[in-house]
């Protein structure tokens, strides 16, 4: 949760009417007094209150600067969102912020390894912000402050973005591609934690996944969505292969699939185990680890192509989802004719033994 919540007076629908006339008045003073007032009220207002506030906060996002209150509002907006606001009415304003954070971040390690300079990119804190840094950048001042500040609080979308693409399958379509390459690229260079922001914006929504047998020499259809990590999709593909007696193994408990599937959040840490069943193959042979994605898995002539095998060896893991918010989908479409099966078999590694 991005914010806790106290029980106070509901005083949000004044606020947030207060700070949308200063920002409309260009008034700086009055601006940073409601944008105060509204961060201290945001916290004690009711449901109701949240949802009417969600989409009027967020549609101030452009309005501000692009870094400090920027991000601090979204998670505002983030916040209203967890609690009540439309996550689709909130999304834009939100998601382009993360956006432009990141290509900026992306343009700041650019520039300041431009020169062949051997220096390691610094860590995002402010304080490397200096008459040095910004002429090392270069451009002219305002620009390469943006560039430096993106770099500095590209981690802060992270909670306000997840809070509308955890809770809404169209946001997930409408943005998720096009921002993820410049978060994967960002979180790369290794200076910041944005796992759970690619994970979130590389989940696969109503996704067919083709999934080969090796044991068994038979081959499935499954329709997978809002998956956070190959562990759920791992104990749903037990499910529903195991669990439908399509293939031999220990079915997952009761309890894991629930977890992995339930349209209420998790509420707390469980203590459920999850056993694996499979070993998850790509087409090649490598692994597909646990710790991965659904999205790791490759494309083989426009499917995604997965091949299960023996486990090597026991692995076991607690059965929460990634994402609490996002149950997971897995659903057998069809079972593979055995010519079907055999073609699919001759593109992977382990087509000669068919």
Not at 99 to 104: G, I, R, T
Not at 155 to 171: F, G, H, K, M
Not at 275 to 291: H, K, M
Request: proline share 7%; hydrophobic share 40%.
């Amino acid at each position: 949760m991005i914010f806790k919540r106290k029980q106070k007076g509901a005083r949000l629908a004044a606020a947030v009417s207060e700070l949308e006339d200063a920002v409309a008045a260009r008034d700086g003073d009055r601006t940073g007094r409601a944008f105060t007032a509204m961060m201290r009220d945001v916290q004690s207002a009711s449901d109701a209150e949240l949802m009417s506030a969600g989409p009027r906060l967020a549609a101030l996002l452009p309005a501000f600067p692009p870094t400090g209150p920027r991000p601090t509002l979204a998670m505002a907006v983030g916040f209203c969102v967890e609690r009540a606001a439309d996550p689709a009415a909130c999304a834009e304003p939100i998601l382009s912020g993360v956006h432009k954070d990141l290509l900026d971040a992306l343009e700041f390690a650019r520039r300041w390894t431009a020169g062949g300079a051997e220096d390691e990119l610094p860590e995002p804190d402010e304080k490397i912000i200096d008459d040095a840094l910004l002429a090392r950048l270069g451009g002219d001042a305002d620009e390469a402050t943006r560039l430096a500040l993106a770099w500095c609080s590209a981690e802060e979308w992270q909670p306000p973005a997840l809070a509308v693409l955890c809770r809404s399958a169209e946001v997930r379509h409408r943005y998720a591609s096009e921002i993820l390459p410049a978060c994967r690229d960002l979180e790369a260079l290794e200076r910041h934690d944005l796992k759970c922001l690619t994970y979130a914006l590389a989940v696969l929504d109503d996704e067919p996944l083709l999934v080969l047998h090796g044991p068994t020499r038979t081959g499935f259809e499954v329709r997978i969505g809002g998956i956070g990590d190959n562990f759920q999709l791992h104990t749903l593909l037990a499910h529903v292969l195991v669990g439908g007696g399509h293939v031999p193994g220990t079915r997952p408990s009761a309890e894991s699939v629930r977890l992995a599937t339930d349209p209420e959040p998790a509420r707390g840490r469980s203590e459920t185990v999850a056993t694996g069943t499979f070993e998850l193959l790509a087409p090649d042979g490598a692994r597909i680890w646990n710790e991965g994605l659904p999205d790791d898995i490759p494309v083989v002539e426009g499917r995604r192509l997965l091949v299960l095998d023996e486990p090597m060896y026991e692995r076991s893991w607690n059965a929460d989802r990634f994402f609490p918010h996002l149950p997971g989908t897995a659903v057998l479409t069809r079972v593979l004719t055995t010519d079907e099966t055999r073609t699919w078999f001759a593109r992977t590694s382990a087509g000669s033994n068919a």
